[in-house]
């Protein structure tokens, strides 16, 4: 993994933690150094990341990066395009969730950003016993999608249009 995969990886697991990450742990998951994964956070304050070392390891307070929520549809078998148009555009694929009529709000993590993790997630769900979360609504679903700015992400909805991804409004 390259340096910079690795910075949107700490960014990404920051985000998504609702606790502190030690700088150990964070080395064992990317296999490096204690050293550089400090370099790793030095260079993200640096782009504007609010992050701070605590005694429980690091917790991030606020970041430049843009959300936003897409509404999509499509087939199981188009899951691959619509992830792999997202993060080639620099988009980040936080969660998927789905409104259930009965159960209300489902939501599954999975801080998709790059293509390798797209590819992990698709033949994780093709090997597995169990299927999209998408399949209980019809194949209607969300995403929040982070990226560097609203350029971006108005690039991932003009891309996510194009294809007919974006559901219909009601």
Known sequence: MKARERRTAIVNLL????????????????????QIIVQDITVLKGLGYDILSTHNGYIIQKSPLKERVFKVFHTTAQTEDELNLIVSLGGTVVDV?????VYGKMEAPLNIFSELQVKQFIEG????????????????????????????LDKISDALNEKGYIAPEI
């Open 15 to 34: 985000l998504s933690s609702p606790e502190a990450i030690s700088g150990s742990k964070l080395s064992e998951e990317f296999g490096v150094s204690r």
């Open 97 to 101: 969730f789905v409104w259930h009529k």
């Open 125 to 152: 769900v093709r090997t597995g016993k169990s299927s999209e979360l998408m399949n209980i609504t019809g194949g209607y679903h969300y995403h929040t999608v982070r990226a560097e700015s609203n350029e971006v």
